[in-house]
């Protein structure tokens, strides 16, 4: 490791830019909480999770938003309690799946 005095180091070099270090370098780092992402990022984190389990109800979903009846289609799907297997029973939503509409739902009110 170089001398921090040094001043041959690149480092302590005066070149015009500001530093890329940080000030407090010792800091520990966390993770962004979700409520604190953007809004974007929110609704695009529910919606992938959507997406991989089912991607026909993400794709209404990404045709609703933005009109009033999108939160509708989603109290709607809640509360059916998921979708038909072959034999018209109902399975019902994964927990995560489950959580991202109801998230969605939300997040459609705060647009």
């Known amino acids: 490791m170089p001398d921090p005095k040094d001043p041959k180091d690149s480092r302590f070099q005066e070149t015009g830019f500001p530093s890329l270090q940080w000030e407090e370098e ?5 993770p962004m909480p979700f409520h604190e992402r ?5 609704i695009d984190h529910e ?4 997406a991989h389990h089912h991607i026909r109800i993400a794709l ?4 609703f938003w933005g009109h ?3 939160v509708e289609y989603l109290q709607t799907l809640v509360l059916s309690g ?3 297997d072959t034999n018209r029973n109902r399975v019902g939503f994964k927990p995560e799946v ?3 509409l109801i998230n969605l739902a939300g997040l459609h009110r705060l647009e």
């Not at 010792?26 to 966390?30: A, D, K, V």
């Not at 953007?38 to 929110?42: D, G, H, T």
């Not at 919606?47 to 959507?50: E, K, N, V």
């Open 68 to 70: 009033r009846d999108c």
């Open 47 to 50: 919606m992938a999770i959507i």
């Open 98 to 100: 489950l959580s991202a």
């Open 60 to 63: 209404a979903i990404e045709k």
């Open 26 to 30: 010792g800091l520990p780092t966390r």
């Open 82 to 84: 998921g979708y038909s």
């Open 38 to 42: 953007p809004l974007q990022a929110r």
